[in-house]
């Protein structure tokens, strides 16, 4: 059965990119050992020999046209955003390194 | 960050230790449109003036695979001797960062579309080596950041950055190869010249720009090393930013000769991603990744998978043009070159050039001679690629005809190519813009002749004599008082004449 | 027809969407004059209620007299042209704001329409405005909106079910006679069970989920709500059919939902099999919802249809698939709200780091629930769990999917009771998200196989006087199955009350 420690919720909200409170992390470390407690007969249910299905429809090779279609225009794009310079999104400065 | 890494002589490296890669190379198809969604695929527009909703990210956008991208990496892969998936699936590669509008890449993880084939790889001898390829699939690229307020654009001290996501969506094929062992100190050339290969296949197909310099082709160097005869793998380093073919075999080097000393000093290496400066040839550590990569791949939910029929993969198995080797195969016989011949060709970058100035009229020979020679010497000279300079096959084929009638003699026609080349436009305007001609004036020639005589007197007195041979010094001395103009053939024969010998 | 419904013309708000559409298209009304109605009786009664986020007045007043245009001037007119409709709040419009019940999109406008809002218009649909739900669709009672719970109009005190309790609260109190929600796990069907109305998801893939603010994209479905089969019907058939910009769109004819609902409502159910899920009742079901359950099956019967029981062993698994399914597909997909593009930004103070403000904003800008479950999904896809979890339960979705298969080789279509319960109170279940979640135990196996199912008022339960829901389950693509058995079903069981289930919906407060 699952434990998930405060460590652990950490590391996810780090993953998750969520800034938890520390009473958060309590609170979330008790409610996923309680819901994956409860989840984790699916362990016990389906057997090595039973693909998985990760889509209801049995559709292949559905494609598009590689033809143009008109887009947004630039203030379009740009109308939601929540910093602009240049006729680019402006964001905070960036610490890692791209992956 | 120590500022210069202690590196061994590259002797030292490769009788310590075996050299082992994984190259990874990444191509933006030339597709119209992007991989998801309708938005145009051309380089170098506005900033955000080729997004969508899909390609921004927006709340309930969703993608539809682009056909004409498949297309193009089953060919890729049938090119690369690969074997195509019978299905196939896109997943979500899941981390977050603000050039990447979803926070995921859709790309493909354990179910890439073509998988297991090979590039045979000339090396600079002419020698052909063998590059196993793990896989190749598609996936989507990231948008563009702008980082200003740092030093040269870095990221690093930057205060804020610019996104542009007109690149964000771009069809990829990454193509990965296996484990290439057995290179011994032909490792960083084997890199380079599987880069190359790579690069030929992918603009014979016209699949790709693969320029480079525009990143529309990347490379990514895993290098290790292997204690000599251990067979055990090191642990690599990926090297990054390398942005020409010449970085490619540089980077290899630099990484072997770093990892050597690293070693044998005792140290470890570290698993981690290091970026090529070019300035310095030499490589520096990225940035730790604050937290560890976990990718949560899953099967990407809004696509369906991808099974191509055999029938349509035999229909794009006949859309393949000729490749680079079958060709090089080909023109060797045709144009009856020698090996030796065929690899400058090869080197030089001027199969292609060549080939098409033959097509526009020149012969092979007179073609080859001038991309081959004069032309790369001129592209060195310029510091670009053959292809780059501003002269075109026909220019050239056009250039051997003009010699070929006799309208130009060799020392004329570099003098219209070079006019070619300054931009003065065709061959034919250069010529009568600069008044170059062949001085076929024979009273015009005969002054200069008899001047000549006169001042060689004992020369002309030899050739009187019966010596022949000695009327190249005149002639030499008439070219040089025509500037060359004239055609050196006729001024032979009237120095000839003039001292009776016909 | 009587009604219950005044602040408006009471007589056009308690008709039905084909009822209106018959008038507006006779000409003994107009489409401006039912959407005025409409809208009057939103703002009399929705403070109460709070079914929507946002009323579009003026756009909904102009679509109106565009109907109106369109039909003085001749052309073809469909079925539900000058019709008003209630939006869930996370289909994408392009006049309206689109929040998805989320602090995170507070001030977001789309710079498009979803496929659905596009075929609405088409349709001359008038869309009134967006409404309530739980944010991003997670959550069963309509709390977890950022921008405060929608009220049962059958007791005020108590949910209206969720995501999309403020569609179903919005056609019971009747200011909306059509409405759009999405079910992803029972989001449609579990609020039309707890408010009396009627739900339908649609076979996955046959409405298109462009412009549908995705929350597990393997599962949702956006689908007509009404208050009777034919009105669903008629709406199911705008919004359905193939479209380009969905991969995951099926490109077929859609089912002739509405002929079936007329075929249906004739009474006559001879020859078609019904199958009882035997899971789906005993222990933790409440009595009045067993009752109610077991007197529809007898009035199916009595309607000449073949009655069995049939056994699908994986449903009561398919919860905790879900549980881990939905939760994982919703770490990826709302990974998206980031303050980069769009959307809330937080903490940007000119000293912050991007990767700062991106957790800031995220923390700040999602509630408890959508924080609760993107955790629970990152976990279930990280290295390490993804097999044990996620990879297990992709595995009994097939399980859930055979059963089904297997099912329907014995019988036309699967009933069980749309909830266990009817609609508990407000802030009962808050803290306790598993007895949350078992709101949805019955809804979620269609989800994971993709089938249509339709959630049909089977009355009210005995001991609390709430509105309790019938289940019917189709295999993919068969969706007139539905309609054809909810509208004899709906039928029958008028003519035994003598009236709709809505006409004993308690009158409401008017504000003015
Ligand atoms: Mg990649
Ligand atoms: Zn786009």
Redesign the pocket.
């Known amino acids: 059965m699952p434990t998930i420690s405060r460590d652990e919720v950490a590391h996810l909200a780090g993953l998750a990119r969520l800034a938890v409170t520390e009473a958060e992390l309590d609170t979330f470390a008790g409610q996923l050992d309680d819901i994956l407690d409860s989840v984790a007969k699916v362990n016990e249910v389906a057997a090595e020999d039973i693909p998985p299905t990760s889509h209801a429809v049995p559709l292949t090779n559905v494609f598009r046209e590689d033809v143009v279609r008109p887009g947004l225009s630039r203030e379009q794009a740009l109308a939601n955003a929540p910093a602009t310079e240049e006729n680019r999104f402006r964001v905070p400065r960036i610490l890692s390194e791209e992956a | 960050m120590t500022a210069v890494a202690e590196i061994m002589d590259y002797d030292e490296v490769l009788e310590r230790f075996d050299p082992v890669l994984g190259l990874?190379v990444?191509v933006e198809l030339s597709t119209d449109t992007k991989m998801f969604c309708g938005c145009p695929n051309f380089f170098g527009s506005d900033p955000n003036t080729q997004v969508c909703p899909v390609c921004l990210g927006m709340p309930g956008a969703l993608p539809v695979v682009n056909g004409k991208a498949v297309e193009s990496a089953i060919r890729i892969g049938l090119a690369l001797n690969c074997e195509v998936a019978e299905q196939c699936r896109f997943a979500r590669?899941n981390y977050f960062y603000p050039d990447m509008p979803k926070n995921f890449?859709t790309?493909q993880y354990d179910e890439p579309i073509v998988f297991e084939g090979h590039l045979d790889v000339v090396l600079d001898d002419g020698e052909t080596f063998r590059v196993g390829i793990e896989r190749a699939?598609m996936?989507e690229d990231t948008g563009k950041s702008l980082h200003v307020g740092g030093a040269d654009g870095r990221i690093h001290g930057a205060e804020h950055s610019l996104l542009d996501y007109n690149r964000a969506g771009v069809p990829?094929i990454?193509i990965v190869t296996k484990p290439i062992t057995g290179a011994g100190h032909r490792a960083p050339e084997v890199a380079r010249a599987y880069v190359t290969a790579l690069r030929d296949l992918l603009r014979s197909m016209h699949v790709s720009d693969v320029r480079m310099d525009q990143g529309s082709l990347r490379c990514d160097a895993n290098v290790s090393l292997s204690p000599k005869g251990s067979g055990e793998f090191g642990t690599r380093t990926e090297t990054k930013n390398v942005n020409s073919l010449r970085s490619v075999e540089r980077a290899v080097r630099y990484e072997m000769r770093r990892h050597a000393a690293v070693l044998a000093s005792g140290g470890e290496i570290v698993q981690e991603t290091r970026h090529f400066d070019e300035s310095t040839a030499s490589t520096s550590s990225g940035r730790p990744k604050e937290t560890a990569e976990d990718y949560r791949y899953f099967p990407e939910p809004d696509l369906v998978p991808i099974a191509p029929s055999q029938e349509w993969v035999e229909q794009l198995r006949t859309t393949l043009p000729e490749l680079p080797w079958q060709r090089r195969r080909r023109v060797q016989q045709d144009w009856q070159l020698s090996d030796e011949e065929l690899r400058d060709l090869v080197n030089a970058g001027a199969l292609d050039l060549v080939a098409a100035t033959v097509d526009a009229g020149a012969s092979p020979a007179e073609a080859r001679s001038w991309w081959v020679a004069y032309l790369s010497q001129q592209a060195n000279e310029r510091g670009v690629d053959l292809a780059s300079l501003p002269i075109t096959p026909e220019q050239v084929a056009r250039v051997v005809e003009l010699v070929g009638e006799g309208t130009l003699t060799h020392k004329l026609a570099r003098q219209v190519v070079d006019g070619v080349l300054a931009g003065k436009g065709d061959p034919d305007e250069v010529v009568a813009a600069e008044g170059i001609e062949v001085v076929s004036d024979d009273s015009a020639l005969q002054s200069a002749i008899d001047e000549a005589l006169a001042a060689q007197p004992d020369v002309a007195d030899k050739i009187r004599g019966g010596k022949v041979q000695a009327a190249g010094a005149i002639v030499g001395a008439v070219m040089k008082a025509t500037q060359g103009q004239a055609d050196a053939k006729r001024v032979r024969e009237l120095v000839l004449a003039s001292c009776g010998q016909e | 027809m009587t009604s219950t419904a005044s602040g408006g013309d009471a007589e056009l708000t308690g008709l039905s969407a084909s009822e209106l559409a018959a008038k507006i298209s006779a000409g003994e009304t107009s489409s401006e004059e039912v959407t005025r109605a409409h809208l009057d009786r939103i703002a009399a009664v929705d403070p109460e209620v709070h079914a929507f986020l946002h009323v579009d007045a003026d756009g909904a007043v102009e679509a109106a007299r565009g109907a109106d245009e369109a039909r003085s001037a001749g052309g073809a007119a469909s079925p539900l042209a000058g019709v008003p409709l209630a939006l869930k709040d996370v289909l994408t419009t392009s006049d309206m704001p689109t929040t998805c019940g989320s602090k995170m999109l507070e001030d977001w406008t789309s710079p498009y329409d979803s496929t659905v809002v596009q075929r609405l218009r088409a349709a001359g649909v008038v869309v009134l405005g967006k409404t309530n739900m739980d944010e991003f669709a997670m959550g069963s009672s309509t709390e977890n909106s950022a921008y405060g719970p929608t009220r049962n109009p059958w007791d005020t005190d108590r949910v209206p079910g969720g995501s999309g309790g403020g569609s179903s609260a919005a056609l019971a109190a009747f200011e909306a006679p059509l409405a759009i929600g999405t079910d992803t796990g029972g989001s449609i069907r579990q609020p039309a069970a707890v408010t009396g109305t009627v739900g339908v998801k649609p076979t996955y893939g046959g409405v298109s989920r462009h412009g549908l603010v995705a929350f597990s994209s393997s599962l949702d479905q956006a689908g007509p709500c009404g208050r009777t089969v034919l009105d669903a019907a008629l709406l199911h058939e705008v919004i359905a059919g193939h479209d380009p910009m969905d991969a995951t769109s099926i490109d077929a004819p859609v089912p002739r939902v509405t002929a079936a609902a007329r075929e249906g409502a004739a009474g006559d159910l001879r020859g078609v099999r019904v199958g009882v899920v035997r899971e789906f009742g005993g222990q933790g079901y409440q009595e009045g919802v067993q009752q109610s359950f077991r007197a529809a099956v007898d009035q199916l019967t009595e309607l000449g249809a073949e009655v069995v029981e049939v056994s699908c062993p994986h449903f009561e698994h398919a919860l905790s698939a879900y549980y881990l399914i939905a939760p994982s597909e919703c770490s990826s997909n709302l990974a998206r709200f980031d303050a980069m593009r769009y959307g809330l930004r937080v903490g940007d103070d000119g000293s912050r780091s991007t990767e700062e403000v991106m957790s800031l904003t995220r923390e700040a800008g999602f509630g408890p629930e959508v924080k609760r479950r993107i955790m629970l999904g990152t976990y279930a896809l990280s290295a390490g769990y993804y097999e044990a979890y996620y990879g297990q339960a992709q595995k009994v979705r097939t399980l859930v999917t055979r059963d089904f298969a297997a099912a329907f080789e014995q019988v036309d279509v699967l009933v069980s009771p749309t909830t266990p319960t009817t609609a508990f109170r407000i802030g009962e279940r808050v803290e306790d998200p598993m007895a949350m979640y078992l709101a949805d135990l019955c809804t979620i196996p269609s989800n994971l196989a993709g089938n249509a199912s339709m959630s049909v008022p089977s009355g009210l339960s005995a001991e609390d006087g709430l509105p309790v829901g019938l289940q019917i389950m189709a295999p993919p693509m068969a969706d007139d199955r539905l309609y054809r058995i909810g509208a004899a079903y709906e039928t029958a069981r008028d003519a035994a009350t003598g009236g709709t289930l809505l006409d004993r919906v308690p009158r409401l407060e008017v504000a003015s």
């Open positions: 990874e990444h590669k890449q790309s699939h996936e990829l990454e």
